[in-house]
């Protein structure tokens, strides 16, 4: 078993979540990135940590086939060591993501606010 930076139970936690709380948590990790500006050490963490979370997400069984997955999985990796790639950059992938992180908190509101509800 290859050891994990969000844990040993990483694998089972992450294929319980939701295909859109995966992507926010992404999200979070590539606007840690952008947030880390020039210290290249906490860039170079938030990356490791992004790309971790999108390697478990293609390994998950809810994402099979999924190309713009994996798609973005590639152009963080090129932005990280090229700062540019495929004509994409951090700040792009940061808005991607951004759309992911902003529904999954309006979900969770929504799931919040029913339950009190209730």
Do not use: C
Request: glycine share 6%.
């Amino acid at each position: 078993m290859r050891p994990y930076l969000h844990g040993d139970d990483v694998v089972e936690r992450w294929r319980k979540r939701s295909r859109l709380d995966q992507l926010a948590n992404i999200g979070s990790e590539v606007h840690r990135m952008v947030l880390a500006g020039d210290n290249e050490e906490q860039k170079w963490k938030a990356f490791a940590r992004a790309a971790e979370l999108l390697v478990l997400s293609l390994e998950d069984k809810k994402w099979k086939g999924n190309y713009e997955l994996a798609r973005a999985n590639e152009l963080l990796s090129g932005v990280a060591l090229e700062g540019k790639h495929m004509n994409t950059t951090l700040e792009d992938l940061d808005r991607y993501f951004f759309q992911y992180t902003m529904a999954f908190a309006l979900e969770r509101d929504r799931i919040r606010e029913s339950a009190h509800v209730s």
